[in-house]
């Protein structure tokens, strides 16, 4: 059962920061938060993932809250390519448990 | 380096009929997955092998479903016999040791 809660869909300007939300108010003190996007008709694809700080790569930043709560996603510059279903998993590292996909938000990017 | 391979990419099957999906993973990946993807949802994990062991298999309807990983390596995954809403795409992932998952391009079913 996915752990985590967001929202549909959601709306980006091309250019401008997509910031995609997550919940995972039930998080426990040694999952991570793990981030995937799916382009339509492809294989989901890795994004980031992060403990307690914010993190940082080639794609996109990662901003989890003080409480570890919640989650930010966010692409700075999204370009039409970025336009797909973008999901958020917590999960222990290096561990057997399950990835729980949940249904995902679906950004739409806008010229 | 290779990617996560899978064939078929398409299959068209009538209800009661069998298939089968094949993988090959990344090379050293020691673990392996299976989901499927109903259209408009996230995928669901069905099978997990680590190595040519099974750890999760608690989603698999084993009634019609079965999966073998020989040698460590390749994976097939068979339906039969095949029901109408067993229609989705089968994903192949995998990762060294259980972390970050690497996808295949998927096969969509269609049972008729």
């Known amino acids: 059962d996915a752990k985590t809660t967001q929202p549909t869909s959601m709306d980006c300007a091309e250019g401008r920061a997509a910031n995609l939300p997550c919940n995972h108010s039930t998080i426990s003190g040694n999952e991570y938060v793990y981030w995937y996007r799916q382009i339509h008709s492809q294989g989901p694809q890795y994004i980031i993932h992060g403990l307690k700080n914010n993190e940082t790569n080639e794609m996109a930043s990662l901003i989890i809250t003080e409480d570890r709560k919640s989650s930010t996603l966010i692409l700075p510059h999204a370009t039409l390519r970025d336009t797909a279903v973008y999901y958020c998993?917590?999960?222990?590292?290096?561990?057997?448990?399950?990835?729980?996909f949940g249904s995902g938000t679906k950004l739409n990017v806008k010229p | 380096e290779a990617g996560v391979a899978q064939s078929p990419r398409y299959k068209i099957i009538e209800k009661r009929q069998s298939v089968a999906f094949w993988c090959n993973p990344i090379?050293?990946?020691?673990?392996l997955y299976w989901y499927q993807q109903i259209l408009g949802q996230g995928p669901k994990l069905l099978i997990q092998f680590q190595n040519n062991g099974v750890v999760d298999d608690s989603q698999l309807p084993k009634d019609r479903f079965s999966a073998e990983r020989l040698k460590g390596v390749d994976s097939t995954l068979k339906i039969q016999p095949a029901k109408l809403e067993d229609s989705a795409v089968y994903l192949c992932a995998s990762s060294l040791i259980s972390n970050e998952q690497f996808f295949g391009p998927g096969t969509r079913l269609t049972v008729l």
């Open positions: 998993i917590v999960r222990v590292q290096y561990n057997f448990n399950k990835f729980y």
């Open positions: 090379s050293g990946h020691a673990t």
